[in-house]
């Protein structure tokens, strides 16, 4: 499966606010959506469901270090699992560090404001058309600091990130698949 290194959608949410990131990336790779099934909620529960290990002890390790300077952590979530289950994927919820900002048919944007910098993340899934089975799923990053202290933060962040992300869309794909079957 291949993912590579995109522009942010032009019809994603992100980009209709018109405002200046500090930081962008995507990552896109395609699915198969044979029945034209799939929806952003289908995408949203995968994002949350499919991290492999090491991201977990990343994000853990994170929260740890990022705790002391008083940024937002997501806390101790004693039942992941359990969560899920009961998870809308809607406007307004959270899981873990993430808080769901808006949703569409195809599009998800979650992330979190800090004192340090405010993040967003897009899942963004492109139906150029119906009878089309293959689709484009993207994942975009926006990033604004808030501070000098957000741009010291996000250095060493950075290159995790670019790891992360693209790892983050294979697993959703295969996840999403595996349900489709």
Same mark, same amino acid.
């Given at each position: ?13 992100? *980009? ?59 806390? *101790? ?8 289950? *009961? ?58 600091? *808030? ?35």
């Amino acid at each position: 499966m291949k993912i590579i290194k995109s522009t942010l959608p032009d019809k994603s949410l992100l *980009n209709q606010t018109y405002k200046k990131y500090d930081y962008v990336d995507s990552f896109q790779g395609l699915i198969i959506d044979k029945e034209n099934k799939l929806r952003s909620t289908d995408i949203g529960k995968a994002f949350f469901s499919s991290a492999p290990k090491w991201i977990d002890t990343l994000m853990n390790l994170r929260n740890k270090t990022v705790s002391v300077f008083g940024l937002k952590t997501p806390g *101790n979530i004693v039942d992941r699992q359990m969560i899920l289950k *009961n998870f809308r994927c809607e406007k307004g919820e959270q899981v873990g560090l993430f808080r769901i900002f808006d949703k569409t048919e195809n599009e998800i944007i979650l992330g979190e404001d800090d004192k340090h910098l405010d993040f967003r993340v897009s899942l963004y899934l492109d139906k150029p058309n119906i009878e089309q089975v293959e689709k484009r799923l993207t994942i975009s990053t926006s990033v604004n600091f *808030n501070n000098w202290f957000g741009r010291l933060y996000f250095l060493p962040i950075r290159p995790f990130h670019s790891l992360i992300v693209p790892t983050m869309l294979k697993t959703i794909i295969k996840q999403l698949k595996k349900q489709s079957l």
